[in-house]
């Protein structure tokens, strides 16, 4: 295979690569945007479903309502077919517990208007608990290994977060950061680029194919 030119090789390595930082940030904004259509979808359907419940208990009303007045009706016809005294007339006037039985009857409340109504299409931003497990299951999906090769020499590397690094490239040539130690922060999902925290605070974008571990 024809050698490489030297230009070329270092316009590749002077190259920008993508930030991962963004990119993993961007990720934890759509999955948070996810989230948070997903509960608007879930308060629509809870809303759906009181509204449901509501109308059902308004049609059972009106059915008891419909059987008490046949049967009132019933009983009004039967007495007026009979003779009656006035103790069997006063029987029929309203006592306590009848009272308290209709009273019972009507307990069907329309939904308050304080309810999950007055909060149809608002979008509440997901609490911090739940954006560091969306950020922990954006993780998850990073690959937790990679293998390095240069020429015959390879080795594997174990990648996990917080963890400290030591920068040494396996090609002898590379000389930028070699033997710096920082931790790594985070890395892309293509397992190419990470990104490091230096002990002196600052951060950069190394490839993942020259750490090893300190």
Request: glycine content about 6%; proline content about 7%.
């Amino acid at each position: 295979m024809p050698a490489s030119r030297p230009g070329r090789r270092a316009r590749d390595e002077n190259s920008p690569a993508p930030d991962p930082v963004a990119q993993a940030e961007a990720a934890v904004r759509a999955a948070e945007e996810r989230l948070a259509a997903a509960q608007a979808d879930l308060t629509q359907a809870r809303e759906h479903a009181q509204h449901a419940r509501w109308h059902a208990q308004r049609a059972e009303q009106a059915r008891r309502e419909r059987v008490e007045a046949q049967e009132r009706e019933r009983r009004e016809h039967e007495q007026r077919n009979r003779p009656t005294t006035r103790s069997e007339r006063d029987d029929d006037r309203p006592t306590p517990s009848r009272a308290a039985a209709e009273r019972r009857s009507a307990g069907a409340t329309k939904p308050r208007r304080d309810g999950p109504l007055a909060t149809r299409g608002a979008t509440k931003r997901p609490s911090s608990r739940k954006r560091e497990a969306a950020l922990a299951a954006l993780t998850a999906l990073l690959p937790k290994r990679i293998t390095a090769t240069i020429g015959k020499r390879s080795r594997i590397l174990a990648l996990d977060a917080g963890a400290r690094y030591r920068v040494e490239p396996l090609n002898p040539a590379k000389k930028r950061h070699r033997g710096r130690i920082g931790r790594l922060l985070t890395w892309d999902a293509a397992g190419t680029t990470g990104v490091i925290a230096w002990d002196d605070g600052e951060r950069e974008s190394v490839p993942l194919a020259d750490l090893v571990k300190a």
